[in-house]
């Protein structure tokens, strides 16, 4: 073959190993398209075919195989295989290949050309399928009606009878499977199928063939013999629906009884042999022992393993199970029953190791030489994609039924779909998962063989890339084109399936060497995004402003940074925290003891990126006073000062602005801003596992798990607030002398279990002096107390102290302030059963101590009637108590988990109580208490409330009353809504110490529910 001919003939792509092959396929000895001496397709029919032979994945295969094709059919037929020569000896044109059905068909159906040529240049196996049945090629005609060949998988049993010569239904069968996958990676090939529609194609083929090689199974059995109810249950790719053309079909057998089991056994054994003859291997190692174990079990002896022995990647491949062939609705049983311990399987304590061990383990056993070729197996590869979705379905599942779908891109959609994967992270995964999924069907396609490994010789890898499209573009040729996109898929699929498949480990950063976790900004970036940070740039963002320059100070954050980033990974919200803790060091940045204090004080930087990442409300307050972070450091700063402790030193701090009331207050709050610093880093550590605080001997510490205790805390420092502004109120005032004037605790305040944002509910009581005119002496200590909750309340940067006076005689209505013996007239005369459930809380807090005393022992037979309560009282009180349930609750509030008014809350067990307080403690002095768990153990103690009930009700408002202080504290502002899903939720959760917010939930609510009846119980009796 002359240079120029070959040059012409390069063209078409053809002659790449051999062009002189080339010509004589298509010269006048062989298919007759081209003329030799022209160097040019014979006619325009000629031209086009050339053109479709161009466009194949190797147009040198695709030419061998028409060849061939064009051969065998003449053979068939008993055409002539002699040219024919014109009168000057010269080869005529048009004669070699003269009669070929094929080769006409290829000119009369541009859709058939098409699909034809496709399928030979991608696949030899195929080609030579048609080779040896040169009949079968017109099921790959355009239809009449101009549609292209059904693709969906289906058998057409018909059709694969008129083809084969054998009458054996196997032989039948294995035609029409082949039929089918012919039509199938035809429209795969031409773009007539996108990926997901050739792999339900090929998992519907699968089950097709399942079926009906169960069908000649059964066939089979003897006669007489009766048909058991045998399940064929499709797992792994084919029950994902997500197969793809060479690979074991995974299925599981199920029958019904036990007495079916020796004929579905050669049923299940037969299907096996058929299908290995048809299609490919069916493997049955998933069943329960795998190999070992029976081939077929009944659905019984299934439900018994699971339960008791199956481990959590046997859960892990029930997740792609899905009713296949034989019967169905017991496919679909076995389904059902299994289905509630899958769901359950990740909260085995193990469950999340044994599926990152798994996949450890298919990375250990692949041989080096093949670990970076592997597109399935390998880092980066479809396992990676495959695990990390499963995972996150074993977890989330549970709780979210739209997680609970087979396929592996149904369920990462699913996972974007409800937050559980972001956006951007979604679509690199399905993008890697198409991509690779794609070369995989393209490797295999070629010889129908199983394989996952990108080949090393450079004829087959131009093969692969011209298969996936890949076409050669300036300074890169085709094969570079698609390894550069390969690595990039692998490389954004690893990171993402460490991300995802991997919480970040505290420990094993606090391993690593210092020169190890110092960050670079490119290292930053990355670990933010392995770390789940939303939003990578802007956290990148903060990083550069920490760690920028070569000042000592950006050396420190560079190394503290690491170990802060992943604690801050661990929260619902990690941008937040980080967020915080650059607003914390902008203001102290500079102060030189800082950086130090993080650097070198043991937990101190774990702990402020705890507390940062983990509450709004202490974040807020640390942005207002940074340098109240010291308190982290010692561990007898993390424990609340005694009442008397504080009531001194906030008096001290006003005392030092005695001719400034408003510069007095503020000293105050800024010195109850610190301890609510205090109380609520202890509450938020308590829970922190090593970062906890150390109890002292002469200190418990505070914790969530003690809400008692943080009751009690946050109520001592608001009674040193009262009491000193109290004082700085008085001096703004003018004095009356002997004016006696007291502040009483009402409600939470009075009970000891305020809350972090909780205002003081107080009564304001004075007692003129003797011989004073009433009228002077009432304006006084009106004056005072507005002067009181003025101070509190004027705007500053600390927070502020609503004083809530509405439980006083008369609301709102009545006036701000009443003598004690106004009180007493009131409360003789015209006082409701409600107001006395009112004064159960009263106490002193501050002012005049006498007459606090004198207040209380006044107020004692009205809260503690000595004959109970009447039967009427008692109505009354059940009344209101249905009216607050039924006024009180905001609307659109969910009653089963608001934490104040709803079932089983705060408002249910107190009302209970108080009710017996009321009943009862006229002649039980043991009741006589402010406190609502102290009261409720009394009345246990005296019998007069079931000990179960009691424990029922004390469980629901512990729980209550931890949750909405850990709302309070995630959030920054009041809330008794405990959210159902969501990162509040997630928040309140970490905060309480637990791990999973479905069961979190599920607790909360099964503790209501025993607290609220409980509650109705004690009302009734």
């Known amino acids: 073959m002359s240079r120029p001919a070959r040059g012409r003939l390069a063209r078409y792509g053809f002659g790449t190993d051999d062009g002189s092959r080339a010509a004589d396929l298509l010269g006048p000895a062989g298919l007759d398209l081209w003329h030799p001496q022209e160097q040019e397709p014979i006619d325009d029919r000629a031209a086009e075919l050339l053109a479709a032979l161009s466009r194949a994945a190797d147009p040198d295969l695709a030419l061998r195989q028409l060849h061939r094709l064009v051969e065998a059919e003449r053979r068939t037929t008993g055409g002539t295989a002699t040219p024919v020569t014109n009168g000057s000896g010269e080869g005529g044109h048009g004669d070699r290949a003269a009669g070929s059905a094929v080769l006409d068909a290829l000119h009369a159906d541009p859709g058939l050309r098409r699909r034809l040529v496709a399928v030979l240049g991608a696949s030899s196996a195929l080609g030579d399928h048609l080779v040896a049945n040169p009949h079968q090629w017109p099921v790959l005609a355009t239809a009449p009606d101009g549609l292209a060949p059904a693709a969906e998988g289906r058998l057409d049993l018909a059709a694969a009878a008129r083809l084969t010569p054998s009458t054996q239904p196997v032989a039948v069968l294995r035609q029409a499977y082949r039929l089918a996958l012919l039509r199938i990676a035809a429209a795969d090939l031409t773009g007539g199928r996108a990926l997901e529609q050739t792999m339900a194609a ?17 066939g089979e059995l003897p006669e007489g013999t009766a048909v058991p109810r045998l399940a064929v249950v499709a797992m792994g790719k084919c029950g994902g629906g997500e197969l793809n053309y060479v690979s074991d079909v995974d299925v599981i057998f199920v029958c019904a009884d036990d007495d079916e089991l020796p004929a579905a056994t050669t049923i299940a054994t037969r ?168 070369v995989e069907h393209r490797l295999q396609l070629q010889g129908l063989r199983r394989t996952h490994t990108v080949p090393t010789e450079p004829a087959a ?19 570079e084109e698609f390894r550069a996109e390969w690595v990039t898929h692998a490389t954004e699929v690893r990171r993402l399936h460490a991300k995802l498949l991997y919480r970040p480990l505290l420990e094993s950063v606090a391993r690593v060497p210092a020169d190890g976790l110092r ?30 320059g070569v000042s000592r100070t950006a050396a420190i954050q560079r190394t503290l940074l690491p170990v802060l980033l992943s604690e801050f990974a661990d929260a619902p919200e990690p941008d937040r925290g980080l967020l915080n803790y650059r607003q914390v060091s902008d203001s102290l940045g500079s102060t030189p003891w800082y950086l130090r204090l993080l650097r070198d004080s043991g937990p101190v930087a ?81 829970r922190a596992g090593s970062l906890a605080p150390t109890p002292t001997p002469d200190r418990a510490a505070l914790g969530l798990a003690d809400v008692t205790a943080v009751g009690t805390a946050l109520s001592d ?77 004027a705007p500053a940067p600390d927070p502020a102290l609503g004083v809530d006076a509405d439980l006083r005689p008369e609301g709102r209505q009545g006036p701000l302030v009443r003598s004690l013996a106004a009180y007493a007239q009131y409360y003789a005369r015209w006082s409701k059963v409600w107001e006395a459930q009112a004064l159960l809380r009263a106490r002193f807090v501050c002012g005049d101590a006498d007459l606090g005393a004198e207040f209380e022992a006044m107020v004692d ?41 709803g079932r089983g809350g705060l408002a249910d067990v107190e009302w ?71 990162v509040e939720l997630a928040g309140v959760v970490r905060l309480l110490g637990r791990e999973d917010p479905g069961e979190f939930l599920d607790e909360y609510l099964r503790t209501a529910r025993r607290s609220r009846a409980a509650m109705e119980r004690v009302l009734d009796a």
């Not at 890898?461 to 094969?479: E, I, N």
């Not at 939303?534 to 990148?540: T, V």
């Not at 007069?944 to 009930?949: K, N």
Request: proline share 6%.
């Open 271 to 438: 299907l096996i042999h058929v299908c290995g003859l048809v299609a490919w291997p069916v493997d049955a190692a998933l069943r329960p022992e795998g190999n070992r174990g029976p081939l077929v079990r009944t659905l019984a002896s299934h439900l018994a393993y699971y339960r008791r022995w199956a481990r959590t990647w046997e859960f892990q491949a029930l997740l792609k199970a899905r009713p296949a062939a034989g019967d169905l609705a017991l496919c679909q049983e076995w389904i059902d029953q299994l289905a509630p311990l899958v769901w359950t399987a990740a909260e085995r304590p193990e469950a999340v190791d044994d599926v990152r061990s798994m996949r450890r383990k298919i990375i250990d056993n692949i041989p080096p030489k093949e670990l970076d070729r592997e597109i399935k197996r390998g880092p980066g590869g479809l396992r990676d994609i495959e695990f990390a979705v499963q995972l996150l379905q074993l977890v989330h599942g549970r709780g979210d039924e739209t997680l609970r779908v087979p396929g592996t891109i149904p369920a990462l959609r699913a996972l974007v779909a409800g937050g559980y994967v972001g956006r951007a992270d979604g679509e690199a995964l399905l993008r890697g998962y198409r991509f690779l999924r794609g």
């Open 202 to 218: 090929l998992s519907a083929l699968a089950d097709a063939t399942l079926a009906a090689a169960y069908d000649i199974a059964v």
């Open 861 to 901: 037979p009205v809260r503690y009637p000595a004959d109970g309560l009447t039967r009427e009282q008692i109505v009354e009180i059940r009344r209101i108590k249905a009216r607050v349930e039924t006024e009180r609750l905001p609307r659109g509030a969910d009653p089963a988990t608001h934490t104040k008014l």
């Open 717 to 793: 420092v608001t009674d040193a607030t009262l009491a000193a502004a109290l004082r700085a109120a008085r001096a703004a005032q003018p004095a009356l002398p002997g004016l006696r004037f007291a502040v009483i605790g009402m409600g939470r305040l009075g009970g000891y279990e305020s809350n972090y944002l909780s205002d003081a509910d107080v009564l304001f009581v004075y007692d003129p002096p003797a011989g004073a005119d009433e009228g002077a002496a009432s304006s006084a200590a009106h004056a005072i107390a507005e002067e009181l909750r003025r101070l509190l309340a």
């Open 461 to 479: 890898l131009r093969w692969l890339a011209a298969a996936l499209g890949y076409a050669a573009t300036p300074g890169r040729s085709a094969v």
């Open 606 to 686: 774990r702990r402020l990126a705890r507390v940062l990442s983990s509450s709004r409300y202490a974040a807020d307050l640390l942005a207002r006073e940074p340098e109240a972070l010291r308190l982290l450091a010692e561990e007898n700063e993390l424990t609340p000062r005694p009442r008397a402790v504080l009531c001194e030193g906030f008096a001290a701090a006003a005392a030092r602005h005695a001719d400034d009331p408003v510069e007095a207050t503020r000293a105050v709050r800024a010195l109850r801003r610190r301890e609510l610093v205090r109380i609520a880093c202890a509450d938020m550590l308590s």
């Open 519 to 548: 960050l670079t900004p490119e290292a930053a970036r990355h670990r933010l995004e392995i770390l789940g940070f939303a939003d990578p740039a802007g956290a990148l963002r903060h990083l550069q402003a920490l760690t920028g």
């Open 912 to 982: 209970a109580v108080q009710l017996v307080q009321l009943r009862h403690a006229g002649r039980l002095p043991a009741l006589r208490g402010t406190r609502t768990l102290d009261a409720l153990a009394a009345a246990a103690g005296a019998d007069l409330v079931d000990p179960a009930d009691a424990t029922a009700m004390a469980a629901g408002w512990t729980l209550a009353a931890q949750v909405r202080n850990a709302l309070m504290l995630v959030r920054g502002r009041s809330g008794d809504q405990l959210p159902r899903h969501g």
